[in-house]
């Protein structure tokens, strides 16, 4: 069974941290690129983060220098540290696997950025 569950969001302030978890089970996790998406009200998903099966990391523009992706294969979980958290970056966040071979999504978890 298939499952990504995603935690970690909450309400912070303006320049605030949230670190976010996805625990992946039911593939071969470490064989694939992951990446974070988030999908704000009225606007569509976004990639936010990506890690390749390798380490190679990409990030949205938005996000560069504020947030850091990273994975531990052996525990089959990915995690984005967000740092210097804006409004802007209120959305439900996800996981999945990157490229062109996404999974259905979880649940996501929230994340609020507000004063």
């Known amino acids: 069974q298939v499952q990504l569950v995603e935690s970690g969001g909450g309400l912070v302030q303006p320049g605030g941290s949230l670190r976010l978890s996805c625990a992946a089970s039911g593939f071969a996790f470490s064989s694939y690129g992951m990446g974070w998406f988030r999908q704000a009200p009225g606007k569509q998903r976004e990639l936010v983060a990506r890690?390749?099966?390798?380490?190679?990391?990409n990030y949205a523009d938005s996000v560069k220098g504020r947030f850091t992706i990273s994975r531990d294969n052996a525990k089959n979980t990915m995690l984005l540290q967000m740092n210097g958290l804006k409004p802007e970056d209120t959305a439900v966040y996800y996981c999945?696997?990157?490229?062109?071979?996404?999974?259905?999504w979880g649940q996501g978890t929230q994340v609020t950025v507000s004063s």
């Open positions: 999945n696997r990157a490229g062109l071979s996404f999974l259905a």
């Open positions: 890690i390749s099966s390798g380490g190679t990391t």
